[in-house]
């Protein structure tokens, strides 16, 4: 009976264990921040084409509402969005191409087509996001842009907090020192105005790259909190699924204010 509860306490630890596995990235915080960016920057680039599945919970106030999608990023510029409902009905589609963005499906009527920095987005997904990459936001990936080191806190051994600004903006974001990850992030534009924060956990080697299987969004009262079921990396879908089907010339425009 010992033996057994010995092994049962052994099957126990070894469950937890690997349970609490963080995949780390291979930078030291003797290496800088700078080489800390660098290496993201990298993996960034080397990601050339993904899909990932995706339940989306939305909250504000009392009210939730949840939904599923498909999210596919092909290069750099092209990124699609499937938005489903009860019983995987569409919803509606995303599809960014360069600084172009075009909505359709029957949750949104006609397709509709504006400036990925335009009123459109903020339209359709409640999100303001200026000029923060949207693929990049959904993804939980932090990219510093143009913007000096203010300050470093620690907020224990392994992990800090540091604060990026340049003339219009402010990002401050908290590190895993240790396993080299983002775990959170506050983006002000102007400084002093907050735009959204994020939280990023669960985190996953996909290829080279490491991801948040969990990023909340948080704007003006909203909670936007996505868990991503899985990444693939090698199966390629067509982005033909992202196509409205009607000639350009039928798209409505949507315009800035």
């Avoid at 969005?81 to 009905?89: A, L, N």
């Avoid at 932090?142 to 080191?149: H, R």
Wanted: one cysteine or more.
């Amino acid at each position: 009976m010992k033996s057994v509860f010995r092994l049962l306490l052994v099957s126990v630890a070894l469950i937890a264990c690997t349970a609490q596995t963080i995949p780390k990235r291979s930078w030291d915080i003797r290496d800088g921040y700078g080489v800390f960016w660098d290496l993201i920057e990298r993996e960034t680039n080397e990601l050339d084409y993904l899909t990932a599945e995706v339940d989306i919970r939305w909250k504000l106030d009392d009210q939730v509402d949840r939904a599923s999608a498909l999210l596919q990023l092909v290069g750099p510029d092209s990124m699609g969005v499937e938005v489903r409902g009860p019983f995987y009905s569409h919803l509606f589609s995303i599809s960014l191409q360069a600084d172009s963005l075009i909505v359709f499906g029957k949750a949104v009527g006609k397709p509709w087509k504006g400036a990925v920095d335009g009123p459109l987005l903020s339209r359709i997904t409640g999100l303001h996001i200026e000029n923060y990459d949207f693929s990049s936001l959904l993804l939980g990936r932090v990219t510093i842009v143009d913007a000096k080191l203010i300050s470093e806190r620690y907020l224990r051994a392994d992990r800090a907090s540091l604060t990026y600004e340049n003339d219009f903006s402010r990002q401050i974001i908290a590190l895993d020192l240790h396993n080299g990850i983002v775990l959170g992030e506050r983006v002000e534009v102007p400084i002093g105005k907050l735009l959204f924060e994020r939280k990023m956990k669960n985190y996953v080697r996909v290829g080279s790259v490491l991801l948040p299987r969990y990023v909340e969004i948080i704007q003006d009262g909203a909670i936007i909190e996505l868990t991503f079921k899985n990444f693939e990396t090698d199966e390629i879908l067509t982005f033909n699924r992202y196509d409205p089907g009607v000639p350009d010339s039928e798209i409505s425009r949507v315009l800035y204010p």
